[in-house]
């Protein structure tokens, strides 16, 4: 399972196997490092898309299907950048060539678009609040819509019915100014005055008349208003189906989909109490998948020419004056052939005079030492003086751990300071994370 492993992640970094081959073990384990970098993006993108297909459909077999596609788009988008970047032999000159920088800003928009749907996965319950919020101020607008309108209505039956009021009234008080008349009480009311005579004269009958006209104008007034009272009660129950229609029309077709999420998303950003740390999250959660994204590719630009890159300089330097392709592979595999028989050649041997040895230690010492090669092959790394530099030793061997470890770090305190919302775990957070990640890597290289 290693070897297979092994195999996958040198694949997924574009690396070719010959050359690497030809490598020694820190090349192959740098090498299988670019691939794994290359696959996290994809994994992060294999969710975000399923989750942000699955707020559009509840099928599975669709956002595990959608999310599946894209990780490999993802996957072919991010191994292509890494392995058509060629270093040169200074680290400065490829951070600031146009190859570096345009594998860059591919790689940028693809972070960005791997991490917004998965903003909208951290922030998925206060979004599902806000859009329950949203769902409530729609229904209460289309409510108060109506309502205004039935309104309307309503006042016209007030209107029509205060005008049967008013003719009761003014029966009553003509009623009343008719005993005060036959009871001889000199009056004067708002609907007339009486004439003091205690008797059933002329301003008496005069009264009764016109109490009798009210009574009439009453009960025409009463069947005038009623039609219309009754076709206003038609027209607020037909407003009031209306509504509930509606209402039952938005109920239903309210969206809790993507683009509903991100509109939410704004709204959450915009309140003045929690919108500025849903806004710093929001942000710090995109550029920390974006820079997810754009670590294969700078991590390769950032470290030094190693062995596999001289190599590929020089097949490159050879295409054209050399054989061609098909051929310098089967040289390849010759020159492999070659290599692995004489080792065996030379472990036979090995073994044989050890196993048929009598002599002293000494001797077998002096008889071995022909086949074994105790010349150092190359002097990269040297000092004047032949001493290796432990520096740019230390530096070689762990720079490129150091950069990763320190990076993981930063992103993991990140994430306690976003979900505490505590920014003590960045200064002190920062160096406990660096120290765990180094405890583990070191378990892991010795237990590989």
């Not at 490999?72 to 970047?85: A, E, H, N, W």
């Not at 109490?273 to 700078?298: A, H, M």
Request: a neutral charge; hydrophobic letters at 40%.
């Amino acid at each position: 399972m290693k070897g297979l492993f092994y195999d996958f992640f040198v694949w997924s970094a574009g690396s070719d196997r010959e050359i690497l081959d030809r490598t020694g073990r820190s090349e192959h384990v740098k090498h299988a490092g670019y691939g794994g970098l290359v696959l996290v993006p994809a994994v992060l993108g294999l969710f975000s898309m399923m989750y942000a297909v699955s707020t559009l459909t509840d099928k599975p077999f669709v956002y595990i299907g959608a999310g599946i596609v894209w990780a490999c788009i993802v996957f072919t988008f991010d191994r292509f950048i890494v392995s058509t970047f060629r270093k040169s032999d200074s680290a400065r000159k490829d951070l600031f060539s146009f190859l570096f920088l345009s594998r860059l800003l591919f790689s940028i928009g693809i972070g960005v678009l791997v991490s917004h749907p998965i903003v909208l996965l951290v922030f998925d319950d206060s979004l599902e609040q806000e859009l329950f919020a949203m769902k409530e101020e729609g229904e209460k607008a289309i409510y108060a819509q109506y309502e205004n309108t039935i309104d309307v209505v309503r006042n016209r039956d007030s209107t029509l019915k205060g005008e049967v009021e008013l003719k009761l009234a003014e029966r009553a008080c003509k009623e009343k100014l008719l005993l005060f008349e036959m009871s001889g009480k000199d009056t004067t009311m708002n609907c007339g005055t009486t004439s003091g005579m205690k008797q059933y004269g002329p301003r008496a009958s005069e009264i009764k008349e016109e109490i009798r006209y009210l009574n009439e104008e009453i009960v025409a007034l009463r069947n005038k208003n009623d039609v219309k009272i009754g076709d206003n009660t038609k027209e607020i129950a037909k407003l009031q189906g209306e509504r509930e229609a509606k209402l039952k029309g938005f109920q239903d077709q309210f969206s809790y989909n993507y683009l509903a999420r991100e509109v939410a998303l704004e709204r959450l950003e915009a309140k003045p109490v929690g919108g500025t740390s849903v806004k710093w999250t929001k942000w710090f959660l995109i550029v920390f998948f974006v820079l997810v994204d754009i670590l294969p590719v700078f991590f390769k630009a950032s470290t030094k020419q190693g062995e596999y890159d001289r190599l590929m300089d020089k097949e490159s330097e050879s295409t054209a004056n050399s054989f061609p392709a098909y051929e310098r592979a089967q040289e390849d595999l010759v020159r492999k052939a070659y290599v692995d028989q004489l080792a065996k050649h030379r472990l036979d041997e090995v073994t044989r005079t050890i196993k048929d040895n009598t002599a002293p230690f000494p001797t077998l010492k002096t008889e071995l030492s022909q086949y074994l090669n105790v010349n150092t092959p190359f002097d990269y790394g040297k000092t004047a003086d032949g001493q290796p530099d432990p520096v740019q030793k230390l530096w070689t061997n762990n720079g490129l751990d150091w950069l990763r470890y320190s990076f993981y770090s930063i992103g993991q305190s990140g994430f306690l300071v976003a979900f505490t919302r505590d920014w003590a775990y960045l200064t002190g957070g920062v160096w406990v994370f660096f120290l765990l990640n180094l405890l583990i890597g070191y378990v892991v290289k010795r237990t590989v």
